[in-house]
């Protein structure tokens, strides 16, 4: 079993004006596979999908 670890910080701006209309951060994100790669490819996934959920999240409250 291997592991990788990562961490993630988007910001999404509004080009016009500067302001900031969402963040994530994501810190210590860990996943395990069978090799390096697979657990890499697992955790790059995992974090994709927090980082969409939490972005939409953010941009309808900013939006609204």
């Known amino acids: 079993m291997y592991f990788s670890a990562g961490r993630a910080v ?3 701006l509004d080009c016009k004006t500067g302001v ?4 994530v951060v994501l810190e210590n ?3 395990g596979g069978a090799t390096y790669e697979n657990a890499g490819s697992r955790l790059l996934e ?3 999908k927090k980082v969409g959920d939490r972005i ?3 941009l309808d ?3 609204e």
């Open 20 to 23: 900031i209309l969402g963040s």
């Open 61 to 63: 409250k900013a939006l």
């Open 56 to 58: 939409k999240l953010e």
């Open 10 to 12: 988007v910001r999404v």
């Open 29 to 31: 994100e860990k996943e």
């Open 46 to 48: 995992a974090m994709a």
